[in-house]
T-cell receptor, first 112, second 110 residues
């Protein structure tokens, strides 16, 4: 069966520090991969999606970047974190049929 | 891009009653509309999907309707239980993109 792993679960980082969040999917090939951010009491904001290795589409200009170095690995990065980068970050995958997205457990990022 | 609106106010209902949640969207009608459940501190979990050419879909105590003329979906939970308490998210998917609403918080009171 397919599983998605996202880590770490919680992270506290100082302003100006770098960020690297990793997401991996098991049990499927060539998934579409997504990064979302959810602010407190808000909906999910689509940050990036990828339909293949090295193919990244950005939805919102911001202080973040994404990379897909391997088929089932999706990384969210920042060179210098801002306070406004705090939030709940979720990785998700789907088969490409657009019918159902599967989410990781999320990373709670607090920038101090 | 799509704008998706859900009831921003929390919904409190008595156990056993039917909960009805609303999802409205702007712009084009999506190929698929989905409903997810999200518990605090967790990622959303898929519940139901309805296609643009379908009017209604049921799964156990859940029912979803889809009106492309009104650009609206309704999500019903019948015979609600305290375990149904969660935030429910509406999502539209088309192309390779999934867009989510802000969610409606549901509390079922015993």
């Amino acid at each position: 069966s397919q599983t998605i792993h996202q880590w770490p679960a919680t992270l506290v980082q100082p302003v100006g520090s770098p960020l690297s969040l990793e997401c991996t999917v098991e049990g499927t090939s060539n998934p579409n991969l997504y990064w979302y951010r959810q602010a407190a009491g808000r909906g999910l904001q689509l940050l990036f999606y990828s339909v293949g290795i090295g193919q990244i589409s950005s939805e919102v200009p911001q202080n973040l970047s994404a990379s897909r170095p391997q088929d089932r690995q999706f990384i969210l990065s920042s060179k210098k974190l801002l306070l406004s980068d705090s939030g709940f970050y979720l990785c998700a995958w789907e088969t490409g049929s657009n019918t159902e997205a599967f989410f990781g457990q999320g990373t709670r990022l607090t920038v101090v | 891009s799509q704008k998706i609106e859900q009831n921003s106010e929390a919904l409190n209902i008595q156990e056993g009653k039917t909960a009805t949640l609303t999802c409205n969207y702007t712009n084009y009608s999506p190929a698929y509309l989905q409903w997810y459940r999200q518990d605090p501190g967790r990622g959303p979990v898929f519940l139901l999907l309805i296609r643009e050419n379908e009017k209604e879909k049921r799964k156990e105590r859940l029912k979803v309707t889809f009106d492309t003329t009104l650009k609206q979906s309704l999500f019903h939970i019948t015979a609600s239980q305290p375990a149904d308490s969660a935030t429910y998210l509406c999502a539209l998917s088309t192309g390779n993109q999934f867009y989510f609403g802000t969610g409606t918080s549901l509390t079922v009171i015993p």
